[in-house]
């Protein structure tokens, strides 16, 4: 029997030239979906799993964002390399603090070094 899950991501792709996945290519997507459930997927899990570009892997989890299998969240970045420690996540981009970062002797904006991180969100 077909999982939910595939089903929804065959509805979702099949009409995006992109994503034209073989059967094995899709299972591998929803396993890799399954397994990282109510947590934040690495770009880089998509891409090498999938054999994708970087950018065709984040052009993927901005599709799975708009139908509702992952969620943008983010996270603040420090420039300094060594000290990247925050490991806070914001759901919503208001929730971010206006205060200085205080990672490094540069004391940026939090608000103004932030990337984008996916949730997924399979409701299985």
């Known amino acids: 029997m077909l999982s939910n899950l595939l089903i929804k991501l065959t509805t979702i792709l099949?009409?995006?030239?992109?994503?034209k996945f073989n059967n094995d290519k899709l299972n591998l997507l929803v396993k890799i979906l399954s397994l990282y459930n109510n947590q934040i997927i690495d770009i880089?899990?998509?891409?090498?799993?999938?054999n994708l570009s970087y950018d065709t892997a984040n052009e993927l989890l901005l599709?799975?964002?708009r139908n509702e299998v992952v969620k943008i969240n983010y996270k603040v970045w420090c420039d300094n390399p060594n000290n990247n420690s925050d490991?806070?996540?914001y759901e919503n981009i208001y929730d971010v603090p206006m205060d200085e970062c205080d990672m490094c002797d540069k004391k940026c904006?939090?608000?103004?070094?932030?990337?984008?991180?996916?949730?997924?969100i399979v409701n299985e």
């Open 109 to 120: 904006k939090k608000l103004s070094n932030i990337y984008i991180v996916y949730r997924v």
């Open 87 to 89: 490991k806070t996540i």
């Open 14 to 19: 099949k009409n995006d030239d992109k994503f």
């Open 44 to 50: 880089d899990v998509i891409k090498d799993n999938l």
């Open 63 to 65: 599709l799975l964002a």
